[in-house]
């Protein structure tokens, strides 16, 4: 029904399966080998495959995704890429029977960066009289990192050499993940409504296509959605397509739109450290502070606010605002400790226990924050809390 919609609408719906055992969430289950995944050699792995495929094709789907990544290399990456190389090249086949002309997308196990390894060997073919994967096979690529903050199209071009096909497909995480930079891949204080950026404009004539990676949550996902279309068909700036889906955003949802950029800016910096010397984290909150109050009063008109993009937003607002609480206070020199030790309860609450303090800086969920919760709130009331940087004296 899905796929008979989306015709309808002028889209080409894509199924997509992984036949192997993933990686992740656990290490396979007790008793169960890590090897049980789909094989190339095997006509009825393949024929099982097809069958999942078969509904779609009856309908008119002629693109199909077969996604191997995140899959154990077994019993060695070469071995492994050799069977990704048989099952790509059968499954094919085999839809060729179905539908004409078929067309795979595929995630390889090795989807990320531009170097040789012995999977890629093997999957490309590099020690047979044919090698490469078919001018009818597309190959998924994240860019040097699972996410990137730069993507350059001589690096795409490159990938697809090493995995044995010239049509790549850009697989962007850029939205996925809740704050941008190239790792770790999530970030739960924070929420991705930045600017879809750092793309090489070559990108757009030497890749095959583009899939972008939102979080599931369709309303604050579409901001990400909007940019990467407009950037695709290069219309204006990065910084221009950015204000454009904010605001068609707030237009959509009835939010204040104020409040919703001045919001997205908070989320869209990266990784506080501690300031250096207790000077540099005076002058920072003295710097910082209209700025924590102007989130603060975004934060209360997107509280106030209703509807699904709200709604989709209210956890991220609520801790948002008590960082902001906090660290008005310690500008103004209030004790801390019990202040700081009940926003922490209220971020686990809203976002889940997920709370980490990494050695040497926190992630916290407002880019004002950032700079002024840290640097002046650090030393006095996460010393209660065994986190203080041995050493750091009052600011």
């Not at 995140?70 to 048989?86: C, E, F, I, S, Y």
């Not at 070559?202 to 583009?210: C, D, F, I, K, S």
């Not at 290069?234 to 454009?244: F, I």
């Amino acid at each position: 029904a899905a796929a008979r919609h989306a015709a309808e609408l002028g889209i080409e719906w894509i199924p997509a399966l992984s036949p192997g055992r993933p990686m992740l969430p656990n290490r396979g289950a007790p008793g169960v080998p890590r090897s049980a995944a789909a094989r190339g050699d095997r006509a009825a792995d393949v024929a099982a495959i097809v069958d999942r495929y078969r509904p779609f094709a009856e309908v008119g789907c002629t693109t199909f995704c077969l996604l191997l990544d995140d899959t154990w290399k077994v019993p060695t990456p070469t071995a492994a890429g050799r069977d990704h190389r048989r099952l790509i090249g059968a499954v094919r086949a085999a839809l060729a029977e179905v539908v004409d002309d078929p067309e795979l997308l595929v995630c390889l196990a090795t989807y990320h960066g531009i170097a040789d390894s012995p999977y890629l060997r093997a999957v490309r073919g590099a020690d047979t009289d044919a090698p490469g994967l078919g001018p009818r096979v597309s190959v998924f690529w994240t860019g040097r990192h699972v996410l990137s903050t730069q993507i350059d199209a001589g690096d795409a071009v490159r990938y697809g050499q090493l995995a044995g096909s010239p049509r790549v497909v850009l697989f962007d995480n850029v939205g996925v993940a809740d704050f941008s930079g190239p790792e770790p891949l999530c970030e739960p204080s924070r929420v991705y409504l930045g600017p879809y950026d750092g793309r090489d404009g070559q990108l757009r004539t030497e890749l095959a296509g583009v899939v972008v990676n939102p979080p599931a949550l369709p309303h604050i996902g579409r901001v990400t959605v909007r940019q990467m279309v407009g950037w695709f068909r290069d219309e204006g700036s990065s910084e221009d397509r950015w204000r454009r889906a904010l605001d068609d955003a707030a237009e959509d949802a009835e939010v204040p739109v104020d409040a919703l950029r001045c919001f997205a800016v908070m989320h869209h910096d990266g990784v506080a450290t501690d300031p250096a010397t207790a000077g540099e984290a005076e002058r920072a909150a003295i710097a910082d502070a209209d700025a924590c109050q102007a989130g603060l009063d975004a934060c209360h008109l997107l509280a106030a606010a209703r509807g699904p993009l709200a709604d989709e937003l209210a956890p991220w607002v609520s801790v948002t605002e008590q960082y902001l609480q906090v660290a008005l206070a310690a500008h103004r020199g209030e004790p801390l400790t019990r202040r700081w030790a009940r926003t922490l309860g209220t971020r686990r609450t809203a976002l889940g226990d997920r709370f980490v303090v990494a050695p040497g800086h926190t992630r916290i969920g407002a880019n004002a924050v950032d700079r002024l919760a840290l640097a002046t709130v650090r030393t006095r009331a996460l010393r209660h809390l065994g986190l203080a940087r041995p050493g750091a004296k009052e600011p």
